[in-house]
């Protein structure tokens, strides 16, 4: 790499961030590190942090998806750096008639991914509006600790787990909400998608700050307190009660299409990069 014409060496995840800096080392190459997670929350050893904190310095750029994340780092840093968002993904479905009485969540069956707490908020709003069903779609090391609690709470006949598939947005596309639980995020992608098919969407103000970049609370969707089944479910039934104001915040979510369109990221990073380099 040191002897090939390259102007800018972009790192993506904490490993490859680690490469990237030392290139920046040796080869004397521009460098810029992405930041694609909360740091807060990174399942890294102690010895991959100390790393972090020695190599990341060397970086002409960095690029982060949330100013939470960015503020994590040091002020130097942070006046080397920029925050871009994720694009959200081209020719994706509209949420479309008819709607049925279906609560949706969609990613991997993990901590991280809260779903004891969304079973507890959605064992609140069963007993309000019990002709409301739950799915989750998604794998993981999670499936049957949360297929116990489910059971625990006699919710087997109203709560679903279809597992993982490829064709989710068709799957879900005539669902009535779209939620995420989240203990933290960097830039949800699933939370981006859902907005852009014209959900009403209902999310935690999680770490990382993913969900209250993209929500203006009221707006475009809801933001509840993080880990909280009893807010979790308060704004879900708020929604699920008041028809209007659900389409509204769903029509507005859609804005992200173009606002978030590949073409317009592209551009914040094109524009990045060549201050990186120089142009």
Same mark, same amino acid.
């Given at each position: ?6 102007? #800018? ?17 040796? &080869? ?6 992405? *930041?694609? !997670? +909360? ?70 069956? *993990? ?14 709003? $069963? ?15 999670? &499936? ?22 490829? !064709? #989710? $947005?068709?799957?879900?596309? $005539?669902?009535?909400?779209? #939620? ?8 949800? !992608? ?14 935690? +103000? &999680? ?9 203006? +609370? ?7 307190? !993080? ?32 606002? $978030? &369109?590949? *073409? ?16």
């Amino acid at each position: 790499m040191c002897k090939n014409d390259i102007d #800018v060496v972009v790192g993506m995840g904490i490993y490859s961030n680690f490469v990237v800096s030392l290139i920046r080392f040796l &080869c004397n190459k521009k460098v810029v590190i992405v *930041e694609a !997670n +909360d740091p807060r929350h990174d399942n890294i050893s102690k010895e991959s942090k100390i790393l972090r904190k020695l190599t990341y310095w060397r970086a002409d750029g960095y690029v982060f998806q949330t100013r939470e994340e960015q503020e994590y780092y040091s002020k130097n840093i942070q006046r080397k750096s920029i925050v871009i968002p994720n694009p959200v993904l081209e020719e994706l479905p509209s949420r479309e008639e008819p709607i049925i009485p279906e609560i949706v969540a969609t990613g991997r069956m *993990e901590k991280q991914k809260n779903y004891e707490m969304l079973i507890d908020a959605f064992n609140i709003v $069963h007993k309000k509006h019990p002709n409301y069903k739950l799915k989750i779609y998604g794998k993981g090391s999670e &499936c049957e600790k949360i297929q116990a609690k489910i059971s625990e709470l006699d919710l087997n006949k109203y709560v679903e787990m279809p597992g993982f598939t490829l !064709n #989710v $947005h068709k799957k879900i596309q $005539h669902s009535d909400i779209y #939620v995420l639980s989240s203990l933290f995020e960097g830039m949800p !992608n699933a939370l981006m998608e859902a907005m852009a098919m014209g959900f009403p969407v209902v999310s935690t +103000d &999680c770490g990382g700050g993913g969900p209250r970049e993209l929500i203006q +609370d009221n707006v475009n969707g809801r933001l509840t307190l !993080n880990g909280s089944s009893y807010d979790l479910a308060d704004k879900l039934c708020e929604l699920i009660e008041n028809p209007v104001k659900k389409e509204m915040l769903g029509k507005n979510a859609k804005a992200i299409r173009g606002t $978030h &369109c590949i *073409e317009n990221i592209s551009l914040q990073w094109i524009a990045y990069l060549n201050r990186i380099i120089g142009c």
